[in-house]
Protein backbone atom coordinates (compact mmCIF):
# COMPACT_ATOMS: atom_id res chain seq x y z
CA UNK A 1 0.00 0.00 0.00
CA UNK A 2 1.55 3.44 -1.21
CA UNK A 3 0.85 6.19 1.54
CA UNK A 4 1.33 9.97 0.39
CA UNK A 5 4.27 11.80 1.02
CA UNK A 6 4.31 15.26 2.52
CA UNK A 7 4.86 17.88 -0.68
CA UNK A 8 6.24 20.49 1.97
CA UNK A 9 8.83 18.24 3.41
CA UNK A 10 12.56 18.80 1.54
CA UNK A 11 15.63 16.72 1.61
CA UNK A 12 19.15 18.28 2.62
CA UNK A 13 21.77 18.21 4.83
CA UNK A 14 21.07 18.33 8.61
CA UNK A 15 23.61 20.90 10.05
CA UNK A 16 26.22 17.95 11.75
CA UNK A 17 26.37 16.58 8.40
CA UNK A 18 27.13 19.99 7.24
CA UNK A 19 29.88 20.65 10.03
CA UNK A 20 31.14 17.15 9.03
CA UNK A 21 31.58 18.06 5.07
CA UNK A 22 32.66 21.62 6.37
CA UNK A 23 35.76 20.31 8.19
CA UNK A 24 36.80 17.49 5.28
CA UNK A 25 37.42 20.05 2.99
CA UNK A 26 39.60 21.74 5.39
CA UNK A 27 41.49 19.02 6.23
CA UNK A 28 41.72 18.19 2.25
CA UNK A 29 42.79 21.95 1.91
CA UNK A 30 45.43 21.82 4.78
CA UNK A 31 46.75 18.58 3.06
CA UNK A 32 46.82 20.16 -0.47
CA UNK A 33 48.21 23.69 -0.17
CA UNK A 34 51.43 23.15 0.64
CA UNK A 35 51.81 20.50 -2.11
CA UNK A 36 50.78 23.30 -4.10
CA UNK A 37 52.65 25.84 -2.87
CA UNK A 38 55.58 23.49 -3.23
CA UNK A 39 54.93 23.19 -7.17
CA UNK A 40 54.45 26.81 -7.64
CA UNK A 41 57.97 27.44 -6.01
CA UNK A 42 59.30 24.27 -7.89
CA UNK A 43 58.38 26.16 -11.00
CA UNK A 44 59.64 29.28 -9.93
CA UNK A 45 63.22 27.94 -9.39
CA UNK A 46 63.15 26.26 -12.60
CA UNK A 47 62.54 29.73 -14.22
CA UNK A 48 65.10 31.14 -12.20
CA UNK A 49 68.11 28.42 -13.45
CA UNK A 50 66.74 28.65 -16.52
CA UNK A 51 67.50 33.05 -16.20
CA UNK A 52 70.88 32.08 -14.88
CA UNK A 53 71.22 29.69 -17.81
CA UNK A 54 70.79 32.53 -20.02
CA UNK A 55 72.89 34.84 -18.12
CA UNK A 56 75.71 32.48 -17.97
CA UNK A 57 75.05 31.79 -22.08
CA UNK A 58 75.46 35.38 -22.51
CA UNK A 59 78.64 36.26 -20.43
CA UNK A 60 80.49 33.05 -22.61
CA UNK A 61 79.07 34.59 -26.11
CA UNK A 62 80.40 38.03 -24.51
CA UNK A 63 83.95 36.22 -24.08
CA UNK A 64 83.75 34.81 -27.73
CA UNK A 65 83.44 38.11 -29.02
CA UNK A 66 85.70 40.65 -27.24
CA UNK A 67 88.14 37.78 -26.08
CA UNK A 68 87.33 38.33 -22.12
CA UNK A 69 84.62 38.63 -19.73
CA UNK A 70 82.98 42.03 -19.25
CA UNK A 71 84.03 43.95 -16.08
CA UNK A 72 82.11 44.10 -13.23
CA UNK A 73 81.61 47.77 -13.84
CA UNK A 74 83.61 50.23 -15.02
CA UNK A 75 85.26 53.40 -12.73
CA UNK A 76 87.83 55.43 -14.02
CA UNK A 77 89.83 54.82 -10.79
CA UNK A 78 93.16 55.10 -12.00
CA UNK A 79 93.93 52.14 -9.82
CA UNK A 80 92.07 49.60 -11.91
CA UNK A 81 94.05 48.57 -15.00
CA UNK A 82 91.92 49.74 -17.91
CA UNK A 83 94.53 48.46 -20.51
CA UNK A 84 91.97 46.21 -22.13
CA UNK A 85 88.60 47.86 -22.33
CA UNK A 86 87.03 48.31 -25.50
CA UNK A 87 86.14 51.63 -26.47
CA UNK A 88 82.22 51.54 -25.66
CA UNK A 89 83.58 50.11 -21.92
CA UNK A 90 85.62 52.97 -21.32
CA UNK A 91 82.97 54.38 -18.99
CA UNK A 92 81.96 55.15 -15.66
CA UNK A 93 79.17 53.39 -13.93
CA UNK A 94 77.52 50.60 -16.38
CA UNK A 95 77.44 47.04 -15.36
CA UNK A 96 78.38 43.79 -16.42
CA UNK A 97 74.78 43.45 -16.80
CA UNK A 98 74.41 46.33 -19.08
CA UNK A 99 77.21 45.33 -21.43
CA UNK A 100 75.60 41.88 -22.05
CA UNK A 101 72.06 43.05 -22.59
CA UNK A 102 72.65 41.98 -26.65
CA UNK A 103 73.56 38.79 -25.45
CA UNK A 104 69.89 38.30 -23.67
CA UNK A 105 67.91 38.89 -26.62
CA UNK A 106 68.18 43.00 -25.20
CA UNK A 107 69.66 44.49 -28.12
CA UNK A 108 66.51 47.52 -28.50
CA UNK A 109 67.43 48.66 -24.68
CA UNK A 110 71.11 48.19 -25.35
CA UNK A 111 70.98 50.71 -28.58
CA UNK A 112 68.41 53.34 -26.24
CA UNK A 113 71.33 52.95 -23.70
CA UNK A 114 73.86 53.59 -26.33
CA UNK A 115 72.00 57.22 -27.10
CA UNK A 116 71.27 58.25 -23.29
CA UNK A 117 74.64 57.86 -22.31
CA UNK A 118 75.81 60.00 -26.01
CA UNK A 119 77.92 56.53 -26.85
CA UNK A 120 78.56 55.10 -24.19
CA UNK A 121 80.48 58.60 -23.33
CA UNK A 122 78.58 59.46 -19.88
CA UNK A 123 77.47 57.82 -16.78
CA UNK A 124 73.95 56.40 -17.26
CA UNK A 125 72.85 59.05 -14.60
CA UNK A 126 75.17 61.72 -14.55
CA UNK A 127 73.16 65.33 -15.51
CA UNK A 128 69.80 63.83 -17.05
CA UNK A 129 68.97 60.09 -15.86
CA UNK A 130 68.93 57.44 -19.15
CA UNK A 131 65.39 56.40 -19.30
CA UNK A 132 66.03 52.88 -20.13
CA UNK A 133 67.17 52.45 -16.30
CA UNK A 134 63.67 52.62 -15.60
CA UNK A 135 63.18 49.28 -17.61
CA UNK A 136 62.79 46.36 -15.98
CA UNK A 137 64.01 43.24 -17.63
CA UNK A 138 62.49 39.67 -16.63
CA UNK A 139 65.70 38.02 -17.20
CA UNK A 140 67.18 39.42 -14.28
CA UNK A 141 64.23 39.13 -12.09
CA UNK A 142 64.00 35.36 -9.72
CA UNK A 143 60.26 34.89 -10.04
CA UNK A 144 60.07 33.94 -6.27
CA UNK A 145 61.34 37.51 -5.14
CA UNK A 146 58.25 39.50 -4.37
CA UNK A 147 60.09 42.71 -5.35
CA UNK A 148 58.42 43.76 -8.83
CA UNK A 149 61.10 44.43 -11.72
CA UNK A 150 61.49 47.98 -10.47
CA UNK A 151 63.90 48.59 -7.24
CA UNK A 152 61.66 50.69 -5.33
CA UNK A 153 64.64 50.50 -2.34
CA UNK A 154 67.58 52.02 -4.66
CA UNK A 155 65.38 55.08 -7.11
CA UNK A 156 62.93 53.47 -8.96
CA UNK A 157 65.39 51.75 -11.28
CA UNK A 158 65.33 48.21 -12.70
CA UNK A 159 66.21 45.52 -10.34
CA UNK A 160 68.67 42.47 -10.65
CA UNK A 161 68.43 39.81 -8.61
CA UNK A 162 71.84 38.71 -9.87
CA UNK A 163 75.28 40.01 -8.94
CA UNK A 164 78.53 39.06 -10.19
CA UNK A 165 81.48 37.37 -8.09
CA UNK A 166 83.72 39.63 -6.89
CA UNK A 167 85.80 37.05 -5.27
CA UNK A 168 87.23 37.08 -1.42
CA UNK A 169 90.42 39.44 -1.24
CA UNK A 170 90.29 43.35 -0.31
CA UNK A 171 90.97 46.31 -2.36
CA UNK A 172 92.36 45.81 -6.24
CA UNK A 173 93.56 42.07 -5.04
CA UNK A 174 90.31 40.68 -6.01
CA UNK A 175 89.94 36.83 -7.03
CA UNK A 176 86.66 36.55 -8.16
CA UNK A 177 85.50 36.99 -12.08
CA UNK A 178 83.75 40.18 -12.86
CA UNK A 179 85.64 42.75 -11.25
CA UNK A 180 85.45 46.35 -11.19
CA UNK A 181 87.65 47.96 -13.95
CA UNK A 182 88.84 44.58 -14.76
CA UNK A 183 88.48 42.24 -17.29
CA UNK A 184 89.17 38.50 -16.75
CA UNK A 185 89.60 35.93 -19.50
CA UNK A 186 89.04 31.72 -18.87
CA UNK A 187 92.34 31.52 -18.91
CA UNK A 188 92.54 33.66 -15.38
CA UNK A 189 90.86 31.13 -13.83
CA UNK A 190 92.70 29.29 -12.65
CA UNK A 191 91.23 26.89 -10.51
CA UNK A 192 88.91 25.72 -13.39
CA UNK A 193 85.70 27.00 -14.61
CA UNK A 194 83.23 24.19 -12.83
CA UNK A 195 84.94 25.34 -9.49
CA UNK A 196 84.55 28.82 -9.30
CA UNK A 197 80.66 30.96 -8.95
CA UNK A 198 80.51 33.65 -11.89
CA UNK A 199 77.46 34.68 -10.98
CA UNK A 200 74.52 34.44 -7.94
CA UNK A 201 71.08 35.88 -6.40
CA UNK A 202 70.57 38.52 -4.27
CA UNK A 203 67.22 39.10 -3.73
CA UNK A 204 65.04 42.11 -2.34
CA UNK A 205 62.48 41.57 -0.66
CA UNK A 206 61.81 42.58 3.02
CA UNK A 207 59.89 40.25 5.41
CA UNK A 208 61.19 41.99 9.12
CA UNK A 209 64.36 41.17 10.01
CA UNK A 210 64.50 37.63 11.11
CA UNK A 211 68.23 35.93 11.01
CA UNK A 212 66.90 32.95 9.17
CA UNK A 213 65.37 35.24 6.59
CA UNK A 214 66.23 37.32 3.56
CA UNK A 215 64.31 40.12 4.44
CA UNK A 216 64.99 43.14 7.14
CA UNK A 217 66.20 46.16 7.61
CA UNK A 218 69.57 45.34 6.84
CA UNK A 219 68.40 42.52 4.26
CA UNK A 220 66.35 44.52 1.75
CA UNK A 221 68.51 46.62 -0.20
CA UNK A 222 69.68 43.53 -1.32
CA UNK A 223 68.56 43.51 -4.93
CA UNK A 224 70.46 45.74 -7.12
CA UNK A 225 70.33 47.22 -10.82
CA UNK A 226 71.23 45.66 -13.97
CA UNK A 227 72.46 49.29 -15.46
CA UNK A 228 74.85 49.86 -13.03
CA UNK A 229 75.90 51.85 -9.54
CA UNK A 230 73.08 53.43 -7.78
CA UNK A 231 73.17 57.49 -6.76
CA UNK A 232 74.29 57.73 -3.14
CA UNK A 233 73.05 60.73 -1.79
CA UNK A 234 76.16 62.85 -1.76
CA UNK A 235 75.55 66.79 -1.23
CA UNK A 236 77.66 66.86 -4.72
CA UNK A 237 75.22 64.38 -6.35
CA UNK A 238 77.32 60.94 -7.71
CA UNK A 239 80.47 59.62 -5.44
CA UNK A 240 83.53 58.26 -6.63
CA UNK A 241 82.91 55.35 -8.92
CA UNK A 242 79.81 53.90 -7.81
CA UNK A 243 78.39 51.55 -5.25
CA UNK A 244 79.69 48.09 -5.93
CA UNK A 245 76.64 46.21 -4.09
CA UNK A 246 74.40 47.15 -6.56
CA UNK A 247 75.94 44.77 -9.67
CA UNK A 248 78.67 42.68 -7.70
CA UNK A 249 78.19 40.15 -4.75
CA UNK A 250 80.33 37.98 -2.69
CA UNK A 251 83.53 39.49 -1.08
CA UNK A 252 84.69 39.76 2.50
CA UNK A 253 84.79 36.91 5.20
CA UNK A 254 83.53 32.84 4.29
CA UNK A 255 81.54 33.64 7.80
CA UNK A 256 78.91 36.01 5.70
CA UNK A 257 76.91 33.09 4.60
CA UNK A 258 74.09 32.04 2.65
CA UNK A 259 70.41 33.92 3.47
CA UNK A 260 72.36 34.67 6.49
CA UNK A 261 72.42 31.57 7.89
CA UNK A 262 75.09 32.25 10.95
CA UNK A 263 75.14 34.49 13.71
CA UNK A 264 77.94 36.79 12.03
CA UNK A 265 75.44 38.35 9.67
CA UNK A 266 77.98 40.60 8.05
CA UNK A 267 77.05 43.33 5.80
CA UNK A 268 74.86 43.64 1.93
CA UNK A 269 77.36 41.88 0.54
CA UNK A 270 75.50 38.38 2.00
CA UNK A 271 74.16 36.65 -0.79
CA UNK A 272 69.90 35.30 -0.20
CA UNK A 273 66.94 34.27 -2.04
CA UNK A 274 63.41 33.14 -1.34
CA UNK A 275 64.40 29.78 -2.21
CA UNK A 276 63.61 27.55 0.43
CA UNK A 277 67.26 26.55 2.16
CA UNK A 278 69.98 28.30 -0.33
CA UNK A 279 70.57 30.45 -3.49
CA UNK A 280 70.60 29.29 -7.09
CA UNK A 281 74.10 30.09 -8.95
CA UNK A 282 75.74 29.64 -12.07
CA UNK A 283 78.96 28.48 -12.61
CA UNK A 284 82.15 29.51 -14.94
CA UNK A 285 81.49 26.53 -17.40
CA UNK A 286 78.21 27.87 -17.21
CA UNK A 287 75.97 25.30 -15.13
CA UNK A 288 73.51 26.27 -12.85
CA UNK A 289 73.98 24.67 -9.04
CA UNK A 290 71.95 25.42 -6.06
CA UNK A 291 74.04 26.00 -2.68
CA UNK A 292 72.46 24.72 0.17
CA UNK A 293 72.41 27.04 3.37
CA UNK A 294 74.11 24.19 4.99
CA UNK A 295 77.29 24.27 2.55
CA UNK A 296 80.69 24.24 4.32
CA UNK A 297 82.01 27.70 4.89
CA UNK A 298 85.60 26.76 3.94
CA UNK A 299 83.79 25.33 0.48
CA UNK A 300 81.47 28.54 0.18
CA UNK A 301 84.80 30.45 0.50
CA UNK A 302 86.48 28.57 -2.31
CA UNK A 303 83.75 28.60 -4.57
CA UNK A 304 84.53 31.96 -4.81
CA UNK A 305 88.27 32.35 -5.35
CA UNK A 306 88.98 31.51 -8.81
CA UNK A 307 93.21 31.06 -8.17
CA UNK A 308 93.12 29.06 -4.58
CA UNK A 309 94.19 25.94 -6.41
CA UNK A 310 91.87 23.88 -4.34
CA UNK A 311 89.63 21.37 -6.26
CA UNK A 312 86.27 21.63 -4.20
CA UNK A 313 84.72 18.43 -5.41
CA UNK A 314 80.79 18.21 -4.75
CA UNK A 315 78.55 20.01 -2.45
Known amino acids: MNFPTNPSRKTGFTLVEL ?54 YIDTNPAFDTTEHTPEENINGLAWSAMILPFIEQPAIFEQLRTQTGGFGRHWAHGTVAEVSRIG ?24 NYKGNTGTAAATNLHGV ?29 EGGGQLNCGGELCDFNAGLWIGGRYVGSSTGWGSGVQAEDVLSFGGTPAVMINRSTANWGDSWNNSSMHPGGI ?14 TINDTTYFRLRDRQDGLVIGEY
Open 280 to 293: MVVLCDGSVKFLPE
Open 137 to 160: IEAYSCPSDSMPLINNKRGDYGKT
Open 178 to 206: LLPGRHIKIRDILDGTSNTVMVAEACGTA
Open 19 to 72: LVVIAIIGVLVALLLPAVQQAREAARRMQCSNNLKQIGLALHNYHDTHNNFPAG
